[in-house]
């Protein structure tokens, strides 16, 4: 199967701070990725495709200037969460789409956020 | 649209006896159906996939899955249990060649020694 990374796999940051998590695709070369999120014992959540060279496609009700997305090449996205609050806490879970592969996705390890 | 429906939050066996963990699919289009299983603080990993082709399939860890459109159903089975087995199991709809994954609200499976 394909391997996709997180770094980092947990952070703890201070409100009012920005944090940034990579999502790295690290034997296929992805042109789509999505960022999951998802609360404690509760399901996933889509937050966004992101598509390498374009803007990043936000869900409905994620805001796409707190969130920012950057997927710069075919094996990294990124997801900076902006001046982070208590309520953004949660566990974020990045996939990727490998290409001939259907509609398959492989998840990443997700990145524990925790917000003081 | 698709979504999925998971009937039981949670799910709770004797190590050795067999596990049922039901999954009900509304969908516009044929679907993809994948059920996804979630250790504490981990990420997914993919138990098994249906896209059409055998209405049973087999998957890792002797789980097997079978889809019956007339029922609307993908329910996850495994003959026995095993203590390993425990963690949260997820059934995901999508359309074919298609982003949108739609994931059920999990169901927690509890196995007793």
């Known amino acids: 199967g394909a391997v996709v990374s997180q770094h980092p796999s947990w952070v703890i940051c201070k409100s009012g701070t920005s944090v940034k998590i990579e999502c790295r695709s690290l034997d296929f070369q992805a042109t789509t990725m999505f960022w999951y999120r998802q609360f404690p014992k509760q399901s996933l959540m889509l937050m966004a495709t992101?598509?390498?060279?374009?803007?990043?496609?936000?869900e409905q009700g994620v805001e796409k200037d707190k969130f920012l997305i950057n997927h710069a090449s075919l094996t990294l996205s990124t997801l900076t969460v902006t001046s982070a609050h208590p309520e953004d806490s949660s566990f974020y879970i990045c996939s990727s789409r490998k290409p001939r592969r259907g509609n398959e996705q492989f998840f990443g390890p997700g990145t524990r956020l925790t917000v003081l | 649209a698709q979504s999925v429906t998971q009937l039981d939050s949670h799910v709770s066996v004797s190590e050795g006896t067999p596990v049922l963990l039901r999954c009900n699919y509304s969908?516009?289009?044929?679907?993809?159906l994948f059920w996804y299983v979630q250790h504490p603080n981990k990420g997914l990993q993919l138990l098994l996939k249906?896209?059409?082709?055998?209405?049973l399939v087999k998957g890792i860890n002797g789980f097997e899955a079978e889809f019956k459109k007339s029922e609307t159903s993908f329910h996850l089975t495994k003959p026995s249990a095993h203590m390993s087995d425990a963690a949260e199991y997820f059934c995901?709809?999508?359309?074919?060649?298609?982003?949108?994954?739609?994931f059920g609200a999990g169901t927690r499976l509890t196995v007793k020694p």
């Open positions: 995901v709809v999508s359309p074919y060649n298609n982003n949108d994954m739609r």
């Open positions: 992101s598509n390498e060279g374009s803007k990043a496609t936000y």
């Open positions: 249906y896209t059409s082709a055998a209405t």
């Open positions: 969908s516009s289009y044929s679907p993809s």
